[in-house]
């Protein structure tokens, strides 16, 4: 090329911004390694079947942690269960029933605003609302509910994306074969946006698991063994209030690396889920 | 159609799987709330009691004694947990104290300390900021690291009025349980803290105090000065639930003693 | 049987409307609460008192309730975390969309999405074993809970997201734009730095606008290597945060003590609200520019 053409100055700085750049990316790049190699080490030989199948016993000084993975997945069946039509009901409402262009962009913007307040203020006003106000007390159900309200703004946005992709002619098609319009929602337009709730629920169930600020307060953590009935109205800790709680208040180093290592590896298969689904949907799609 | 009726079985038949999971409930649940110094006390004794009683369950908060007092008195559980004795006005409120047992603050530092022994009042003075460096009382070179407890703490608040120290004490670190006292001073040299002594472990040290060794028997006869009691908090004029009143029952009688001992407190029965 | 389907179908109508306005009464339900009650402390205290004190000693036998040491340390906090995330995240992402090789883009990707995921507990626990003793025994401090571990966590936290987002917005510069640089005689270096990112400016804005609103929001992480005493910031003292103010003394507090904690949480909504408003007038100006 030009190079033998190029200024000192000019030179300098492609110098220095590709020295920056190169450093920068290597820095990240070893230390993201770093915490993935830490973690695993530290956690992966505390993984025993003893740890995954049993309860914590203070008489006989043992640590097991599946009851904080029953209420995890307690918690999640729970979340989903009532985010699911909450979410896509918005979403078909700003598809395909909004007329009043004001009413679309406030609703848009106050579930940008619920995505974006912190999680602890969350967990203060779930204790608050759902704890004291409504009496649950400390019970996985209102922590259910309060990850609902955190979890709404991701799967009304991706029902949405995915909802724009329904060609308008299908329902177009539909429309002048007679059907009403509740009828062309249900056979034309939801199962045409099934990819977008499922990424939707992939993408929530990362975050569920990722949460504990907004838990601490409103499901406690108690670590007894329940069936998912009486669990969701009981305390419960899931698996990552749990490592907190192992960590910072009981100093089981042990346990908590390997609840660390357990949610690393669950992040891990959440995010593969998320990529294989969307190719798989877009193949289909594309057909 | 086909579809929709085997997702929908499928998904009854993972519920009543997971509905199976737990302990059978049915005499009922006993909840308690509040100090984590007790821990590992309350712990044992709902264990022990669920053991001899299939269908009841047990759980326990572990929040601090200034949340368990509140939650008690919310209404949020059954019986509260305190480790100090219940002040005047929370008595006001309509709560009633039961000693369960006694335990001794143990003060603990780095086993890599050379210090091994101190003065009650060269305690008060390093928690006041008055002495500041180890070397001043037989130690390393080094300024001491004051570990203490949250303002709510039972921990914290027996042991300031049994040193003296209320609202004199200059923390660096304010922390949320004994456990985390404990970690901190294991992996500072240079740290001092004051934990539930049933709950100190071999990573740190517990030094005696104006020569008294802390252990169960100085804290039954009171040679160890500083101790606190362990307190059922219940609410005055309401009846605990049947479950939750059997099992005060059996935590306050005698059998239970030797429990209460072998997790490291001095029961008062 | 005309009008039978007609009610029917307004019914329908009705139900997705009130699914479609259940975000707006939850924001509205968060908003009101918070100034329900936030407020009554405040005006107890006195708002100047409360927001410009320098002394929280919500416990003692004389309370005073001052939260300029929170809210100087969230700002500290975050600034820090954002001067150090920022330049590294920023870097990161030219090299990712512009000169990676694709499959250690592909490597790369996952593994900055392994790190966007990982619950904040995580990265907590690893400061807590590895930073703490680390920067007591690299500075010679007494104690290594401090402003600083926690800067160093809030900036590696904020690192994925800024990464993430920075690098879609480079990739979404036109090719044109970049081609026409180099034909002008710029080397692909200072095709990336003088016209791409530019071009890519309001993604990238968006992005670091982004990292403010989660350092300053984070409580968990923070919480365990920080110190958790009520100071005036400083690099290497143990320190509060708005967030770890409220957490660490919800449950046990009373009266005016609690209020005053919800007032807290009332003022960090606020500074949230500013950012996320920041954040939509960025974004906005994307898709307009």
Same mark, same amino acid.
């Given at each position: 090329?030009?190079?033998?053409?190029?200024?000192?100055?000019?030179?300098?700085?492609?110098?220095?911004?590709?020295?920056?750049?190169?450093?920068?990316?290597?820095?990240?790049?070893?230390?993201?390694?770093?915490?993935?190699?830490?973690?695993?080490?530290?956690?992966?030989?505390?993984?025993?079947?003893?740890?995954?199948?049993?309860?914590?016993?203070?008489?006989?000084?043992?640590?097991?942690?599946?009851?904080?993975i029953l209420n995890t997945v307690y918690i999640v069946i729970a979340t989903l269960l009532i985010v699911l039509p909450l979410g896509v009901g918005?979403?078909?409402?700003?598809?395909?029933?909004?007329?009043?262009?004001?009413?679309?962009?406030?609703?848009?913007?106050?579930?940008?605003?619920?995505?974006?307040?912190?999680?602890?203020?969350?967990?203060?006003?779930?204790?608050?609302?759902?704890?004291?106000?409504?009496?649950?007390?400390?019970?996985l159900l209102?922590?259910a509910?309060?990850?609902?309200?955190?979890?709404?703004?991701?799967i009304?946005?991706?029902?949405?994306?995915?909802?724009?992709?329904?060609?308008?002619?299908?329902?177009?098609?539909?429309?002048?074969?007679?059907?009403?319009?509740?009828?062309?929602?249900r056979t034309?337009?939801l199962p045409?946006c099934v990819d977008?709730i499922i990424t939707g629920c992939i993408?929530s169930v990362?975050?569920?698991?990722?949460?504990?600020?907004?838990?601490?307060?409103?499901?406690?953590?108690?670590?007894?063994?329940n069936g998912i009935f009486e669990g969701l109205?009981?305390?419960?800790?899931?698996?990552?209030?749990?490592?907190?709680?192992?960590?910072?208040?009981?100093?089981?180093?042990?346990?908590?690396?390997?609840?660390?290592?357990?949610?690393?590896?669950?992040?891990?298969?959440?995010?593969?889920a998320?990529?294989?689904t969307?190719?798989y949907f877009?193949?289909?799609?594309?057909? | 159609m086909k579809k929709i009726i085997s997702l929908l079985i499928i998904g009854v038949m993972a519920v009543a799987m997971l509905a199976g999971c737990g302990?059978k409930?049915?005499?009922?649940?006993?909840?308690?709330?509040?100090?984590?110094?007790?821990?590992?006390?309350?712990?044992?004794?709902?264990?022990?009691?669920?053991?001899?009683?299939?269908?009841?369950?047990?759980?326990?908060?572990?929040?601090?004694?200034?949340?368990?007092?509140?939650?008690?008195?919310?209404?949020?559980?059954?019986?509260?947990?305190?480790?100090?004795?219940?002040?005047?006005?929370?008595?006001?409120?309509?709560?009633?104290?039961?000693?369960?047992?006694?335990?001794?603050?143990?003060?603990?530092?780095?086993?890599?300390?050379?210090?091994?022994?101190?003065?009650?009042?060269?305690?008060?003075?390093?928690?006041?900021?008055?002495?500041?460096?180890?070397?001043?009382?037989?130690?390393?070179?080094?300024?001491?690291?004051?570990?203490?407890?949250?303002?709510?703490?039972?921990?914290?608040?027996?042991?300031?009025?049994?040193?003296?120290?209320?609202?004199?004490?200059?923390?660096?670190?304010?922390?949320?349980?004994?456990?985390?006292?404990?970690?901190?001073?294991?992996?500072?040299?240079?740290?001092?803290?004051?934990?539930?002594?049933?709950?100190?472990?071999?990573?740190?040290?517990?030094?005696?105090?104006?020569?008294?060794?802390?252990?169960?028997?100085?804290?039954?006869?009171?040679?160890?000065?500083?101790?606190?009691?362990?307190?059922?908090?219940?609410?005055?004029?309401?009846?605990?639930?049947?479950?939750?009143?059997?099992?005060?029952?059996?935590?306050?009688?005698?059998?239970?003693?030797?429990?209460?001992?072998?997790?490291?407190?001095?029961?008062?029965? | 049987?005309?009008?039978?389907?007609?009610?029917?179908?307004?019914?329908?109508?009705?139900?997705?409307?009130?699914?479609?306005?259940?975000?707006?009464?939850?924001?509205?339900?968060?908003?009101?609460?918070?100034?329900?009650?936030?407020?009554?402390?405040?005006?107890?205290?006195?708002?100047?008192?409360?927001?410009?004190?320098?002394?929280?000693?919500?416990?003692?036998?004389?309370?005073?309730?001052?939260?300029?040491?929170?809210?100087?340390? +969230?700002?500290?906090?975050? $600034?820090?975390?954002?001067?150090? &995330?920022?330049? %590294? *995240?920023?870097?990161? =992402? @030219?090299?990712?969309?512009?000169?990676?090789?694709?499959?250690?883009?592909?490597?790369?990707?996952?593994?900055?999405?392994?790190?966007?995921?990982?619950?904040?507990?995580?990265?907590?626990?690893?400061?807590?074993?590895?930073?703490?003793?680390?920067?007591?025994?690299?500075?010679?401090?007494?104690?290594?809970?401090?402003?600083?571990?926690?800067?160093?966590?809030?900036?590696?936290?904020?690192?994925?997201?800024?990464?993430?987002?920075?690098?879609?917005?480079?990739?979404?510069?036109?090719?044109?734009?970049?081609?026409?640089?180099?034909?002008?005689?710029?080397?692909?270096?200072?095709?990336?730095?003088?016209?791409?990112?530019?071009?890519?400016? +309001?993604?990238?804005?968006? $992005?670091?606008?982004?990292?403010? &609103?989660?350092? %300053? *929001?984070?409580?968990? =992480? @923070?919480?365990?290597?920080?110190?958790?005493?009520?100071?005036?910031?400083?690099?290497?003292?143990?320190?509060?945060?708005?967030?770890?103010?409220?957490?660490?003394?919800?449950?046990?507090?009373?009266?005016?003590?609690?209020?005053?904690?919800?007032?807290?949480?009332?003022?960090?909504?606020?500074?949230?609200?500013?950012?996320?408003?920041?954040?939509?007038?960025?974004?906005?100006?994307?898709?307009?520019?």
């Amino acid at each position: 090329m030009l190079n033998g053409k190029l200024s000192r100055k000019r030179r300098g700085y492609i110098g220095l911004m590709r020295a920056l750049m190169y450093a920068f990316a290597a820095l990240t790049c070893a230390l993201v390694l770093f915490l993935i190699a830490y973690v695993l080490v530290k956690g992966v030989p505390n993984i025993s079947w003893e740890l995954l199948s049993t309860s914590p016993s203070y008489l006989t000084e043992r640590i097991g942690i599946l009851p904080d993975i029953l209420n995890t997945v307690y918690i999640v069946i729970a979340t989903l269960l009532i985010v699911l039509p909450l979410g896509v009901g918005a979403a078909i409402y700003l598809t395909e029933y909004a007329k009043n262009k004001r009413v679309v962009a406030v609703i848009e913007y106050a579930a940008e605003t619920l995505s974006g307040i912190p999680s602890i203020i969350y967990g203060l006003v779930g204790m608050l609302f759902f704890c004291q106000f409504l009496g649950m007390q400390t019970s996985l159900l209102a922590g259910a509910l309060t990850l609902v309200i955190m979890n709404l703004p991701t799967i009304m946005r991706t029902t949405q994306e995915s909802l724009k992709t329904v060609p308008q002619s299908y329902r177009e098609g539909a429309f002048g074969l007679g059907a009403g319009k509740w009828r062309v929602i249900r056979t034309v337009v939801l199962p045409g946006c099934v990819d977008g709730i499922i990424t939707g629920c992939i993408l929530s169930v990362g975050r569920i698991l990722g949460e504990s600020a907004a838990l601490l307060f409103t499901a406690g953590f108690a670590h007894a063994l329940n069936g998912i009935f009486e669990g969701l109205t009981s305390a419960g800790a899931t698996l990552t209030v749990a490592l907190y709680v192992y960590a910072k208040e009981q100093g089981e180093f042990g346990a908590a690396f390997a609840i660390a290592a357990i949610l690393m590896g669950l992040t891990l298969v959440i995010n593969l889920a998320a990529a294989l689904t969307q190719r798989y949907f877009r193949r289909k799609k594309a057909l | 159609m086909k579809k929709i009726i085997s997702l929908l079985i499928i998904g009854v038949m993972a519920v009543a799987m997971l509905a199976g999971c737990g302990v059978k409930n049915s005499g009922g649940t006993v909840s308690t709330d509040g100090s984590t110094s007790m821990e590992k006390v309350i712990g044992a004794l709902g264990e022990s009691y669920m053991a001899e009683n299939k269908n009841v369950i047990f759980t326990y908060n572990p929040t601090g004694s200034g949340s368990g007092i509140k939650a008690v008195l919310e209404g949020r559980c059954d019986i509260g947990l305190s480790s100090r004795s219940l002040k005047d006005e929370e008595k006001a409120n309509g709560l009633k104290e039961t000693v369960l047992a006694y335990d001794g603050i143990a003060i603990i530092v780095n086993p890599a300390n050379p210090v091994s022994d101190l003065s009650l009042e060269q305690i008060a003075s390093i928690y006041t900021g008055d002495i500041t460096n180890w070397k001043d009382i037989g130690g390393n070179d080094a300024k001491i690291v004051l570990i203490g407890r949250e303002a709510g703490s039972g921990t914290r608040d027996g042991f300031e009025s049994i040193t003296g120290t209320e609202d004199a004490c200059k923390y660096r670190q304010e922390l949320t349980s004994t456990g985390d006292v404990i970690t901190t001073v294991s992996q500072n040299p240079d740290a001092i803290g004051y934990a539930s002594l049933a709950s100190v472990k071999d990573s740190v040290k517990a030094l005696s105090v104006g020569g008294v060794n802390p252990s169960e028997s100085t804290v039954k006869d009171g040679s160890y000065v500083i101790q606190r009691p362990f307190v059922l908090v219940t609410k005055e004029g309401t009846a605990l639930s049947e479950t939750a009143q059997k099992f005060f029952d059996y935590i306050t009688s005698a059998d239970a003693a030797g429990i209460i001992s072998a997790a490291g407190a001095v029961a008062a029965n | 049987m005309k009008g039978n389907k007609k009610t029917f179908e307004t019914a329908v109508h009705g139900v997705f409307l009130i699914l479609g306005l259940v975000t707006v009464c939850c924001v509205l339900l968060i908003t009101v609460y918070l100034i329900i009650s936030g407020i009554p402390a405040m005006h107890e205290i006195g708002l100047i008192e409360f927001l410009f004190g320098t002394t929280w000693a919500s416990t003692a036998a004389e309370p005073s309730y001052g939260i300029l040491p929170f809210i100087l340390t +969230s700002v500290y906090g975050t $600034a820090g975390a954002i001067v150090i &995330g920022v330049p %590294i *995240g920023f870097m990161t =992402a @030219v090299y990712l969309a512009k000169v990676a090789p694709p499959k250690v883009k592909t490597l790369m990707e996952s593994a900055v999405s392994l790190l966007a995921g990982i619950p904040s507990v995580v990265y907590g626990l690893v400061g807590m074993l590895v930073l703490v003793p680390g920067i007591r025994k690299m500075f010679h401090v007494p104690d290594g809970a401090s402003l600083l571990a926690a800067i160093i966590v809030l900036a590696i936290m904020i690192l994925p997201s800024i990464i993430k987002v920075s690098v879609t917005a480079l990739e979404a510069v036109p090719k044109e734009y970049e081609d026409a640089s180099l034909a002008l005689g710029a080397t692909p270096v200072e095709t990336y730095f003088k016209v791409s990112v530019p071009a890519a400016k +309001s993604g990238i804005a968006a $992005a670091v606008v982004l990292g403010v &609103g989660r350092a %300053i *929001g984070e409580a968990m =992480a @923070v919480m365990m290597v920080s110190g958790n005493a009520a100071n005036m910031p400083s690099l290497f003292q143990s320190v509060r945060f708005l967030t770890t103010a409220v957490a660490s003394e919800m449950s046990y507090s009373g009266g005016l003590q609690r209020e005053a904690l919800f007032s807290i949480a009332l003022v960090l909504f606020l500074f949230i609200m500013l950012i996320n408003a920041t954040l939509h007038f960025f974004l906005k100006r994307n898709k307009e520019g």
